[in-house]
């Protein structure tokens, strides 16, 4: 996507072709910052500490922290060091898993002076293989969008209502829940998106936003607490929310907050669509409730960071000193309440039959 005009991805490798880029998201939107990673250790901070963020943007960090990790040392003991440091840093988001597997096992079986070479390949492959991946979850989507705008009589835009932040930012280009409305509003169909604004790290408010606005899609930012007042009031037209996790049974593990909106819409009749790439998919795991939530700790519900008058970025407390708060970074949406994903292979019925049908696998027991 663009950034005053100029493209970018969220991950690239540096034009000394061994260190990587990123964009620090821990910055935005007050500062646009780019990190480079340099080892191993920088890939394992960047992950954990939420520089990069969003599953399969985090998969692509993985995939590239082996390649670093293969600059530094291509021995079969630091593979396997790499993989359990980079596997430990998000529980939820498989696509860390699934990127770790995929090119941990290429890497393995090729000879030590080969993996270095081979692992940055192999990173750039999965790099572009997302790009492509979410292009058509864009396509797919888009076209969910077009269908309500003529059943509006294209009489005024298409209001989308989102949850935390599934953009490009996310990914490593398009987006999964935003693709399909950059590819509608690209294509000219007037779109407007309700970002709620996702407590307590703010995605919505300061990932989400900037994105969108820097790429011209009209937006208005609303605390969490509206957006089942919006759907009662006819205001939203659709939901259209991302995942770090499907499981075997087509439940969806996203950011806290959207079994919420799931459940909201569900109750106003609002069609509640997932945009999923086949690698989020956790095969593996029968059903949502066995899925390992994250909890983040408890100084981001207490605290709140931002941007003084001063134009430094800085962190407040607003709970009383000493409160203990609870912090579980994601929850689970069953397949019921959801109307339908936006895969790259098109738009599917969000149950077990539908993934296994159209991805191949079967429903692990």
Known sequence: MKIDGHPYRTIWLD????????????????????????????????????????APLIGATAAYGLALAMHE???????????????????????????????????AAAPE?????????????????????????????AAVIAEAWQRLGRARPVQVLTHCNAGWLATVDWG?????????????IPVHVFVDETRPRNQGASLTAWELGSHGVPYTLIVDNAGGHL?????VDLCIVGTDRVTADAAVCNKIGTYLKALAARDTGVPFYVGLPS???????PTGDRVPIEDRGAREVTHLAGWDEQGRITEIRIAPEGTAARNPGFDVTPARLITGFFTERGHIPATPEALAATFGKHRAP
Do not use: K
């Open 113 to 141: 002076q080969d993996r270095r070479a081979l692992a940055y390949l192999l990173a750039a492959d999965l790099c572009d293989e997302d790009v492509a991946i979410n292009r058509a979850i864009g396509q797919a989507g």
């Open 15 to 54: 034009g000394d072709a061994a260190s990587v880029n990123v964009i620090d998201q821990t910055q935005l939107p007050h500062r646009f910052a780019i990190r480079r990673l340099r080892g191993l250790d920088d890939a394992v901070e960047a992950i954990g500490g939420m520089t990069v963020r969003g």
């Open 73 to 107: 040392n291509p021995s079969s003991a630091h593979l396997d060091h790499a993989c359990a440091r980079l596997a430990a840093t998000r529980p939820t988001a498989i696509n860390l898993r699934w990127a770790l597997t995929r090119l941990s096992a290429r890497i």
């Open 176 to 188: 999964t829940a935003l693709a399909p409305v950059y590819r509608a509003h690209d294509d000219g």
């Open 231 to 235: 759907m009662q009031q006819g205001e």
């Open 279 to 285: 690698p989020t998919i956790d095969w593996a795991t």
